[in-house]
């Protein structure tokens, strides 16, 4: 394993980013581990190993099931296990995996320890790394949570060989996101000069990517680990819009990447439209997220408004009732402001001629 780099969050709490050269060498370093562990995995992850290790629990794949049930039931397995409060949760699969295995870390005996290796490439470049634990409830996205960061981020790239092309998709569209946050151009630059390698899965291109990409990410996160400040929000561009789409179509119809990619431009539009976005910026950010793929012209329909705007209203950026969204004005540099609702209305309805 080689160690990427250090940084200090929530609680002062260290996480160390590691990098596996192959599946070989990730699953050495967890065997040293021994069977102190609780294992969380999900149906497809559970298919990495020939032979499951002791102390595990198998859960269904799927948004759907990031909820209280599934966090129950992972308490109990650990209990059943014998786990103790030097016992370490070790979260293997996607996001939903990770999110809820951690949860369940901070909640299990008042905090285990945790490990965190993330098998897909939204989990790899966002949902491990910062200490943000969470599952769904009453149809709403990462409403119950807390901060706990893992003591460790394992990121072996074999791992995306088998990914479908929809899950690959789903995490491009967090790094675009980054590349438009990043107070330097690099990881911009980087995604516009490999386009072809990255779509490809080209394996030293994707861990550049996934490093440029991570750094972004602890840039914000080190400066405001608990999200008090404002610059850690910074993270959740695109979120109020695309979270309000995913949970509409019940976490099906489209991924999370994709909502956040469609909200990232609909951020964009915003900022343009309440003339704080730079114009060049903004429409090169749009463009950006249309080489890759993501279709950023959708519109809701005007009888799936009403749902929209509910889910909009249970946004966690909400202060003194009023939601303020994430606008990019330029490279690395957004505010924090509400909108009105009619341009919001005006953003992400389909209009009718």
Not at 95 to 123: E, F
Not at 231 to 245: E, P, V
Request: glycine share 10%; hydrophobic share 40%; charged share 25%.
């Amino acid at each position: 394993m080689d160690e990427l780099w250090k940084t200090t969050l929530a609680g002062g709490k260290t996480t160390t980013v590691l990098i596996a050269r192959g599946l070989p060498d990730l699953s050495h370093h967890l065997g040293e581990y021994g069977r102190n562990v609780m294992w969380v995995f999900d149906t497809h992850t559970a298919k990495f190993f020939k032979q499951l290790p002791p102390n595990n629990i198998v859960l269904e794949s799927g948004e759907t099931n990031k909820n209280i049930n599934s966090l129950l039931r992972i308490m109990g397995s650990a209990a059943d296990y014998g786990m103790a409060r030097d016992s370490r949760f070790i979260g293997f699969g996607g996001g939903v995996v990770c999110d809820m295995a951690a949860l369940a870390a901070s909640l299990y005996m008042r905090g285990c320890r945790l490990t965190l290796v993330p098998t897909t490439l939204l989990c790899m470049c966002d949902a491990t790394l910062g200490g943000k634990t969470a599952i769904d409830f009453q149809g709403n996205k990462n409403l119950i949570g807390s901060f706990y960061p893992a003591d460790e981020v394992l990121v072996c790239t074999d791992t995306l060989r088998t990914l479908p092309d929809k899950e690959y998709h789903n995490g491009m569209g967090e790094i675009l996101k980054h590349a438009l946050l990043s107070p330097d151009t690099e990881l911009y630059k980087f995604l516009l000069a490999h386009r072809s390698e990255i779509l490809k899965r080209d394996q030293q291109i994707v861990e550049k990517m996934l490093e440029l990409s991570l750094a972004v990410k602890r840039f914000y996160l080190e400066q405001d680990p608990t999200e008090t400040k404002g610059i850690r929000q910074m993270l959740n561009l695109g979120h109020t819009f695309g979270h309000a789409l995913e949970s509409i179509s019940h976490f099906g119809t489209f991924s999370h990447g994709e909502c956040v990619a469609w909200g990232t431009c609909k951020a964009l539009e915003a900022g343009m439209e309440a003339g704080v976005c730079d114009k060049g910026f903004g429409e090169s950010g749009i463009k950006l997220f249309k080489l890759f793929g993501y279709d950023t012209d959708y519109r809701i329909g005007r009888g799936e408004w009403l749902e929209y705007r509910e889910h909009i209203a249970h946004d966690k950026k909400k202060v003194d009732g009023k939601i303020r969204f994430v606008i990019p004005e330029k490279q690395g540099s957004c505010l924090l402001m509400p909108l009105a609702e009619t341009m919001i209305q005006h953003l992400v309805i389909q209009q009718y001629s």
